[in-house]
């Protein structure tokens, strides 16, 4: 039954010894020892509390004993044992072995969706059942299912068209011309697969906290302005006008390098999913001790359904538009980790044919001034892209 099983029963274990040792003590200092009714208190609180089910079954296959957990788990029901573990009793009984049981969340609520029994004979004939929501791990399992898949394909793409370009070089080696345009391709492929791999890199470490935070005081400002200089290219390709409005002067503690990139990943994404000749904003405010940085387009927006999950790694709301911007599907997963691992969040607000606005919300600076000054910001283009004079 995994760990959570193993847990249970070494609790269990340590229970009974508890019990025992308290016995033996008793007979040399009995009026140091709590009585049967108190020991039986404590005995019957460990099993209330515990959020694993437990249930204890007669010969005739008649509760004896189940804590309210097994009840929420769907063990036992008005006093009866669940069908699927009267079955299992009897097999457990005839063979002597522990039975396995899969239950299903019947509440139609979404309560656990997996919950999974042990069950085994004593040696008085009775049967002892316990039970676990694995609904966590379950979830976990499938994550780490779907992020292998995830790669294997991701990986898979590039590779196999530097191999397929590989093969028309070859053939086309005495057209030059033929050799330098696969050439490029092979270029921009080779190009993707090291930065997808170096995203993979960058959102692992994030995640299980290996990236030491050089944390120091920043300038938002300074920010904004890499991340204006970082995306320049793209904006002026696309025909996108990024402007920059708000409060000047914030300041935030965090790692500058790690806020540059998430920024950029949200004003790429918001120059990629934008028609031509419509604006990208970028505001920043002081609000409720924090500071607030948003990226706002006038792009296809996202789906009420699709909202929750685009932090997610790989997800993609439009597969065939993404893969066709050059992106990992691992920028918003990156942004999500750098803010969580500021002691921030970031959220979206979007509508279908609107567009989009990406918020992320960061502690400002203990004692920090929230503004240095609120007059209008000048801004001049540059390449097709708006910045602060």
Known sequence: MN???????????ILLGW????????RSTPDLIPDTTVRDKYAHTVLAESRTGYAILD??????????RAGELGVVRAGMADRRILDAAERAALSGDVIDVQLADRSGRGGPSVIQAEVRALSDG???VVV???SAAARVEAIRRDFIANVSHELKTPIGSISLLAEAVMDGSDEPEMVRKFAGKMVRESTRLGALVTELIALSRLQGGETQLDHSVVEVDSVIGDVLNRTATIAEAAGVDVSVGGTEGLLITGDRTLLVTALTNLVDNAIHYSP?????????????????????DRGTGIAAAHQERVFERFFRADPARSRNTGGTGLGLAIVKHVAANHGGEVTLFSRVGIGSTFTLKLPST???PDAVTHKPVTRATINGVQGEM
């Open 3 to 13: 760990a959570a099983v193993a847990i249970v029963f070494a609790v269990l274990g």
């Open 366 to 368: 203990s004692g920090s």
């Open 126 to 128: 009775s049967v002892f």
């Open 19 to 26: 019990i025992g040792a308290l016995l033996v003590v008793r």
């Open 59 to 68: 010969s005739e296959n008649h509760v004896l004993l189940a804590n309210a």
């Open 132 to 134: 676990a929501d694995e």
């Open 276 to 296: 031509a000749a419509t604006p990208v904003s970028i505001s920043r405010v002081s609000r409720e001790g924090g500071v607030e940085i948003s990226v706002t």
